[in-house]
């Protein structure tokens, strides 16, 4: 209660300052007054406040001082009687600035954990604020340098095939307690990295680790010899799949708590010339409500999207390649959507986001739980709006425009590369044209770029040379007041010069010459001339817009869009 308290007069004074809040900040602040979250990382995890306004907003409201992280200096003697999941659940860490033992904390309202870690310091020391992503940062560093795995006992040699291999031995060397700490730590890391996917590869020389953070493939310190094979195995009874059997190709789950962290891991394996791969694909649940205002749409975009949400039925398609936010658009959408007066019910593949007041299922094939026979058991529900997770064949896509065409608004993806794309491919699906023209409401077809780390990034000052040549080959021309960066790199982003990611997005209204369009001569072009024609921002003018405001640079909106 006395957190919540804290939290509450804290969002109060937010709400009440001009200077630390913009006026779109300040309404999402006055809706959590109604319930304010129990602590600073939930205030952050909502996604209403930056790391830096959240961290500038506390060290005013509790009168502490900032962190100066790059300084920061780690001490075996300061955390040798913490542990560090203790450590990380409470977002305070013991280190040394300039030389004196401070206590870097991220949420002052976790006041029993910070006095925790002060009694097992020994002394009162000052406490300093850093933001969330600063202390991730701060865990990555910690565990990466000063915690190593330990080595466990290698295997016996010529013990490779699954027949002579000893099951116990190898259940025993997997649930042994340096293996599970390997483990452990290995899954810590990529939650401090919000790291999507853990890929485990064997190699003629040794077992090589990547993470893919923000869409890319992060190279991590190989796992030793002696334990890869325990880790793998480890990874292995979590999710439920056969640890004896190497040379089929595996998939499973399991859902793992990590500190406070639930997430969920689909793992697949497969057998290769160097041994057995293994990649885990990393869902972190409990995620809370997206507001689809923060998605990064233009202006133009948002309202477009939200007159065609308003509609009382329709087909909405929400297009773009495999991990592209497909999913957080739609599941956005739907909180926009979700009222008490309104009955709303999901098929899902898998379920990504838990959104309460929605009926939410998971599509199981092995008991022939489709899409298409969901959707068929839906409309005997009585629903208003449906979600379908992926409209894969022409089954499914004959029952979601009749669902639209009969008062369901129903929202759904496919796998395209453009918004006019998405029409031929419905098409394709046996969709015939005049139930399209008729159904089809709007379409977004969406990539994700790369955020440039706003603490390295450099501008851009050379309007010369190859760069600039294909910005003015693209019809790109520098404007006054333009604040053009590019990527550096730093210790806070991992020396990629970019942290986390935004989305840039086209989005096509069927209006009545689309409609005309689609009914006579479904040709891609002819769409995408017209609703160009119409006002459309593409992806590429969505994503130059977005390098003019130094959200991303050029080479990440070129990657995507080319």
Not at 72 to 84: G, I, N
Not at 144 to 153: C, G, K, L, Y
Not at 275 to 281: F, H, N, T, Y
Request: glycine share 8%; with cysteine; net charge negative.
């Amino acid at each position: 209660m006395a957190n919540t308290t804290i939290l509450a007069d804290f969002v109060r004074y937010l709400t009440a300052s001009d200077e630390l809040i913009g006026p779109s900040e300040r309404l999402s602040l006055e809706r959590m007054l109604k319930d304010p979250p129990a602590s600073y990382s939930g205030l952050w995890e909502s996604g209403v406040l930056s790391g830096d306004q959240l961290a500038a907003a506390i060290t005013e409201f509790h009168g502490l001082g900032r962190a100066a992280v790059d300084r920061v200096e780690f001490r075996h003697e300061l955390t040798e009687d913490l542990s560090p999941r203790f450590l990380r659940a409470a977002w305070a860490l013991p280190a040394l600035e300039r030389g004196q033992p401070i206590l870097v904390i991220a949420d002052p309202a976790r006041e029993e954990a910070i006095e925790a870690a002060v009694a097992a310091l020994g002394r009162r020391v000052e406490m300093k604020v850093a933001t969330f992503e600063e202390m991730a940062m701060l865990f990555e560093r910690l565990l990466t340098r000063d915690r190593a795995p330990e080595a466990v006992p290698a295997e016996p040699a010529g013990r490779d095939a699954p027949a002579e291999e000893d099951l116990d031995r190898l259940h025993d060397l997997a649930s042994g307690a340096p293996i599970v700490r390997a483990v452990d730590q290995l899954l810590e890391t990529a939650l401090s990295l919000s790291a999507t996917d853990i890929h485990i590869e064997p190699q003629p020389d040794g077992v090589r680790l990547r993470m893919r953070v923000d869409g890319m493939l992060r190279t991590m310190q190989p796992l030793p010899n002696e334990i890869a094979r325990g880790v793998v195995s480890r990874i292995k009874i979590l999710a439920g799949l056969n640890i004896a059997e190497h040379r089929l190709p595996q998939d499973g789950r399991a859902r793992i708590t990590i500190n406070t962290t639930r997430a969920d891991f689909r793992v697949a394996t497969m057998p290769t010339l160097h041994g057995e791969a293994l990649v885990a694909r990393i869902l972190v649940k409990g995620a809370e409500a997206l507001d689809l205002s923060r998605l990064g749409m233009a202006p133009r975009d948002y309202s477009i999207l939200n007159t065609q949400l308003a509609e009382p039925h329709g087909l909405i398609v929400v297009a773009g390649p495999t991990g592209c936010g497909k999913t957080t658009t739609l599941t956005a959408a739907l909180s926009s959507l979700n009222s008490p007066e309104r009955k709303i019910m999901t098929i899902e593949d898998p379920i990504e986001y838990q959104v309460a007041g929605v009926s939410q299922t998971q599509v199981k094939p092995s008991i022939n739980l489709t899409f298409a026979n969901a959707m068929r058991s839906f409309l005997r529900q009585d629903p208003d709006i449906m979600m379908v997770g992926e409209m894969r064949d022409s089954e499914t896509a004959s029952i979601g425009i009749q669902a639209a065409l009969t008062g369901h608004l129903v929202l759904t993806t496919l796998h395209t590369n453009s918004a006019a794309d998405a029409v031929i491919r419905l098409v394709d699906l046996g969709v015939e044209t005049f139930l399209l023209a008729s159904a089809l409401r709007c379409v977004i077809a969406q990539r994700l770029v790369r955020r440039l780390c706003e603490r390295c990034r450099s501008p851009v000052t050379d309007t010369t040379g190859v760069e600039a040549a294909a910005l003015a080959r693209r019809g790109f021309v520098p404007r006054p007041g333009d604040t053009c960066f590019r990527a550096v790199g730093c210790p806070y982003c991992g020396d990629s010069g970019y942290r986390g990611r935004v989305g840039i997005f086209e989005v096509l209204p069927v209006d009545a010459e689309l409609s005309g369009l689609i009914r006579e001569d479904v040709d891609p072009q002819k769409i995408q001339a017209a609703a160009v024609g119409a006002g459309m921002t593409t992806m590429l003018d969505d994503g130059m817009a977005k390098y003019r405001k130094g959200l991303t640079s050029i080479e990440e909106v070129l990657r995507v869009t080319v």
